[in-house]
């Protein structure tokens, strides 16, 4: 094998376990992240630089409710940048963050496939559409 077989073996091992262990766990802690890089015999920051990469690998314990805001070119041309504003002043912290209650996970995406409802975010695995800034409090109510 290859040495960039080697690797792309490697990353692909990585990706598959960090996939699997926050689909049971619901995020990826430290502590399993240092165990996985022994397992492998790679360094913990090449675990963790995958773990961190991608928006839907948490790192951190999620908070009940995750808010996944589309920051791509479509989103961001129909002031997508205005509703993420707007959540970060409703809920009170900035994306990557949650709130001190636990309430919501805040975080930015690239697309989610819903360019015709720019702009566009996930609440958990709902979908919200179309939005403008004073739609922002009433969906945020629906989610305790
Ligand atoms: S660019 Fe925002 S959903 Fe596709």
Redesign the pocket.
Known sequence: MSKKDATKKTFDNILLTLEETQEKVGYLPAEFMVELADSLDVPVSDVYGVASFYSFLATRPPGRNVIRI?K????HLKDGQTIIDTIEKEIGVKPGRTTPDGRFSFELTN?????DG?P?MLINHNVHVDLTPGKIASILDKYK
């Open positions: 589309c791509s070119l479509p989103c697309c989610i496939g819903l360019c720019a566009a």
